[in-house]
């Protein structure tokens, strides 16, 4: 299983942003996968995942109406829209993955997550 995101850069606050990640080594049906952020000193925290192929996305509550998380199986990809996008958000964001899907409750555990790829820096600031 490999992952690599991509995609982050700086933007100024209230701007967007788009993440992607590239998979292989399985399909994105049968693996939960996500998007997770972490800044230094802080544990790493659970963005917006995708627990199985009939789920609704899953969201932070901190995130709620302005990220957007997708998948383009034909692609092997996972996105993450990131719009309004505000100081706080600023972090290094990671793509995670699982075998198998997870309950609702513990979907945005990091510890969860078997599988990560390399981390892309998003800075917001103005």
């Known amino acids: 299983v490999q992952l690599q995101a991509s995609g982050g850069g700086l933007v100024q606050p209230g701007g967007s942003l788009k993440l992607s990640c590239a998979f292989s080594g399985f399909t994105s049906d049968s693996y939960g996968i996500g998007w997770f952020r972490q800044v230094p000193g802080k544990a790493r925290e659970g963005v917006a995942v995708i627990r199985g192929r009939y789920d609704p996305p899953t969201y932070a509550n901190s995130v709620k109406g302005r990220f957007t998380i997708s998948r383009d199986n034909t692609k092997s990809t996972v996105y993450l829209q990131m719009n309004d996008l505000k100081a706080e958000d600023t972090a290094v964001y990671y793509c995670?993955?699982?075998?198998?899907?997870?309950?609702?409750?513990?979907?945005?555990?990091?510890?969860?997550?078997?599988?990560w790829g390399q981390g892309t820096l998003v800075t917001v600031s103005s």
């Open positions: 995670g993955a699982r075998n198998g899907r997870l309950i609702l409750s513990a979907a945005l555990a990091a510890a969860h997550y078997d599988y």
